[in-house]
């Protein structure tokens, strides 16, 4: 390669709180204490930062969002007027919108995915796929010691939890379905993003249902899974807007917190034959939330599985660096 600069286009945050943005800042550290120099370009100012990308140089350019059409469109500039080998990274595929003219076309030559897509084969043709889970770094779930909710705790009844964001796409009346079912028998809180403001509709619903709502920044992110009993995931499974391996069920598996979650994205295939770990049918959610705790929760995950730690994702973009 002609060039051990990287260019990566991501948001990069110290503390990041949501999904991808994790995934970002995992990759381009380890990147770095590899010795790569990484320059970062953010994702919204793509097309103005454009001319400086085709003259960069870069032996490699590494999308991390998406891909979406933005991704798909500057990828296929690069590839007809630069030499640099150009990876996406699809953590959250979003191309249902791609015009025909775009597909077909060679844009990335080297697509890494929790799993193979004919839709994303369809935007980049010839690309090399590799699929590799995009998982969690383990370092990220260390806890303060603190445990959360005292309150919620000195009532002796299990505690349920889900984190995301406050909106009604996000199956979030299934947390109710399993209130309502359980009553007393169970709390339920919702840790939801300090950075994006709530759907007033179904926090208002949730609320009246009794399900409490959590809205502060927690710097260490495991002490929410180790305050819970259970962890609860009940997005449609075809639903858009969230990451196609969502980071929240991984981060409780690791912490051994039973699951119970819809067959959302590449979550079956990822956690297929872990213990703890069920996914149902969302008719059935509160039916099987319900059964668990009856049965005592002691089916629990023993962490998280190896292929799922995200370091392995640098060592891809890396052994890529090597090859080309």
């Excluded at 979030?172 to 840790?191: M, N, S």
């Amino acid at each position: 390669m002609s060039s051990t600069r990287i260019t990566v286009v991501a948001e990069y945050h110290d503390a990041p709180a949501e999904g991808i943005n994790v995934v970002s800042k995992t990759l381009i550290d380890d990147l770095r204490a590899a010795g790569r120099e990484v320059r970062v370009v953010p994702p919204a100012s793509l097309l103005r930062r454009l001319p400086s990308l085709l003259f960069d140089r870069a032996g490699l350019t590494v999308f991390t969002h998406g891909p979406g059409v933005r991704t798909v469109l500057v990828s296929r500039i690069l590839r007809l007027l630069s030499s640099t080998h150009i990876v996406w990274i699809a953590t959250r595929p979003d191309i249902s919108k791609c015009p025909g003219w775009l597909k077909g076309w060679r844009t990335a030559h080297t697509l890494i995915c929790n799993r193979a897509r004919k839709d994303l084969a369809a935007v980049a043709q010839g690309a090399e796929v590799i699929e590799q889970p995009i998982g969690i770094a383990p370092e990220r779930l260390v806890s303060s010691g603190e445990r959360r909710w005292p309150e919620l705790r000195a009532r002796g009844v299990p505690i349920a939890v889900h984190v995301g964001h406050l909106r009604r796409t996000r199956g979030l009346d299934r947390l109710i379905e399993v209130k309502a079912r359980l009553g007393d028998q169970i709390e339920i809180v919702v840790v939801a993003s300090p950075y994006f403001e709530p759907e007033l509709e179904i926090t208002q619903k949730l609320k009246a249902a009794g399900v409490h709502i959590d809205r502060g920044f927690i710097a260490a992110i495991a002490d929410v899974y180790l305050s819970a009993d259970l962890y609860l995931f009940p997005p449609p499974p075809h639903s858009e807007g969230a990451i196609e391996l969502p980071l929240s069920v991984l981060e409780a598996v690791a912490c051994g917190l039973p699951v119970v979650s819809t067959a959302f994205g590449a979550l079956p295939r990822a956690l297929n034959g872990v213990a703890g770990v069920h996914f149902v049918d969302g008719s059935l959610f509160a039916d099987t939330a319900e059964k668990i705790i009856v049965a005592g929760l002691v089916d629990r995950p023993q962490g998280l599985p190896p292929s799922l730690n995200a370091h392995r994702l640098a060592e891809r973009v890396l052994a890529i660096t090597r090859a080309t």
